[in-house]
DNA sequence: CTGAAAGCGCTTACAG
DNA sequence: CTGAAAGCGCTTACAG
């Protein structure tokens, strides 16, 4: 393989005297820059990256932790990763994906080892059992993902919050006194996906405050259980005119149970729901729905994570960036029916 | 940080000795190798990859290249992803995920810069321009996804002429004589999306055999365009029976447009799709399907890739591996309506 | 069965 | 403005 000692011998320099034209670290003369970059040229030279972080102690590779369950939707998962490794890419920085169950192991394997000099940790909970480690880590790490205990991470979500609150909101005014939410599986929330209680007890308590009735409930995250789902809450509770969804697959049922039922949104129900804006262009979610902001979480985790690793000194606090809620119109909600 | 260096002196034992008893590759009295054990355990030593790397010439890292078009349904290709990430896993590999645009940038960087033993090649294209470098890097490499010239590489793939003709035996064999085959967007096929035309080509061919009429059309991958397209597809054709589908979005659409004309599957059409099994769980996709075989096609690769990179010398020639298509039954497809 | 030493390919003080 | 040398942390012939 050719070596940074070939391009030296070739542009007549020293291996040092190469290094230093390559990286810009000290001022070379233009003649030999240009032996330099000729001889690199000639001889198709490209930096061993083994050995550079050996050198350096820096790899130039983001470590990207995702945990990826077995009933939960994976694919949504993929427009947070191209978030990050397509913005990582721009910022000089390659990015190795660890998909493995055991999230803490695969932290501490790529941490330990050197692989990497930073983190994005994907799909947090509540209560994450890589934040301890990661906290005491030599690198450092962001969250895409809100956890309870946000010190010493940099932490990037979705309001759920806000979302919560935003949708009960959005209804409300319209004049709607009673709803149903849907949410993703209890197993989900149970294995720590925070951001359903989070947007549930936010839109429970909006809803409380402003005087309206609202029932939550879990729905199953396939098919065809989500259908029957809906039409048992939708039975339970005739007189609801709002149906919020945080579940893609209920959005994805719900056309045809709609349908089954001779109903139609927003003529007779209104209907807002909240997944990826690309999900509903493929597949038909026809439904207003707020964004999962998923490309633009993975981005700015990673500038973050940048700058944090090539200004480990800088005294910045950590920070806790909530995107809010952007509601994309797609004309399922209106005022509610007006009974005879 | 700890080095085997302090592992050694721990231990009690010179460097060669420590890094003999960790790798297992001479013998070593039981006492040093626990000697060795209990220091690596005490001080919390993990190799350094960078100086592994250095020395051994081997990452324990796997390249996998994927190329994420804008308009493409990308999420479908995480299934691959996790096929692969986590086979490599098992067979002890990391897995770096390199979805930059300039595939053939992106594989000269990582392949001359040593950050990969292997590559995983996904979203081959019929023309790929990343083969020729392929072929002649230092490192194996397998695609998913199969290219015109195969010569030099491994390939995995569905077997999409397969999959086209058992579409039509399949309706055929049920009585049905007149087929539409909606396909991905033409720009999908004119990006090199090969399969796309190996499908239709093979079911046109298979159709001519057999004496049955098949209008083979590309249609949107974007709602609300794919359903005006299936409305438009079916007026043109009234009198087929048969509905075959190589397009996410027309599976996810196809509901909501057999509703809108009255129709009802299989009663009024029989249709069959091409999509995973994933999706269809997740989403609305009720219809019987040949699954795309995303993970074992990941799993499959790398399994290859590894035993190429571990056996270099190994005279096996190079493999193309057609996966036979699996028809998971929805209830879709039945004999065509008896018109009086 | 074990140790001292060379070497992997870089970068970066140190010296001029 | 440039070079000779040390060092990053491993592995592995070479020697005993």
């Known amino acids: 393989m050719v070596t940074i000692g070939d391009v030296a011998q070739a542009a007549g320099v020293s291996r040092s005297t190469a290094s230093y034209a390559l990286s810009g670290k000290r001022t070379i003369s233009p003649e030999v820059r240009e032996k330099v970059r000729q001889a690199v040229e000639e001889l198709g ?25 077995p009933d939960e939707f994976a694919p949504a998962m993929l427009q ?3 978030g990050v490794t397509n913005r990582a890419r721009d910022l000089g920085y390659d990015t190795l994906l660890v998909s ?20 994005v940790l994907l799909n947090v909970a509540e209560d994450d059992d890589r934040l301890p480690f990661l906290r005491t880590a030599r690198q450092p790490g962001v969250l895409i993902g809100l956890p309870h205990d946000t010190t010493g991470v940099d932490v990037f979500d979705l309001d759920f919050e806000a979302t919560g609150r935003v949708m009960v909101d959005t209804l409300s005014e319209l004049g709607h006194t009673e709803l149903i939410l849907v949410s993703q599986p209890e197993h989900v929330v149970q294995r720590g996906g925070a951001y359903v209680w989070r947007l549930a007890d936010s839109a429970r308590e909006r ?16 098919q065809p259980a989500i259908g029957d789902d809906l039409h048992r809450f939708l039975d339970a509770h005739p007189s609801a005119t709002g149906l919020l969804l945080n579940n893609e697959a209920a959005a ?8 089954q039922r001779e109903m139609s949104a927003p003529r007779d129900i209104s209907v807002i729901g909240r997944y990826s804006d690309d999900f509903a262009r493929t597949f038909s979610l026809p439904y207003t729905a707020i ?10 985790a990673v500038e973050q994570l940048v700058a944090r ?12 960036e909530l995107i809010p809620p952007a509601i994309q119109d797609r004309g399922s909600i209106a005022a509610p029916p007006v009974h005879p």
């Open 80 to 82: 947070y990763i191209l």
């Open 309 to 320: 690793i090539e200004h480990r000194d800088a005294p910045s606090t950590h920070r806790v």
């Open 252 to 259: 994805a049922a719900l056309p045809t149970v709609l349908h």
């Open 207 to 222: 809803a409380a405050e402003l005087g309206i009735t609202i029932h939550t409930y879990f729905g199953s995250s396939t």
């Open 45 to 69: 030279y490209t930096p061993n990256a083994g050995a550079r972080a050996l050198a350096t102690s820096q790899t130039r590779v983001l470590g990207l932790l995702g945990r990826f369950l």
């Open 100 to 119: 493995e169950e055991d999230g803490y192991a695969a932290l501490t394997r790529i941490s330990d080892s050197r692989m990497a000099d930073g983190f």
């Open 291 to 300: 964004d999962s902001a998923a490309d633009e979480l993975g981005r700015r």
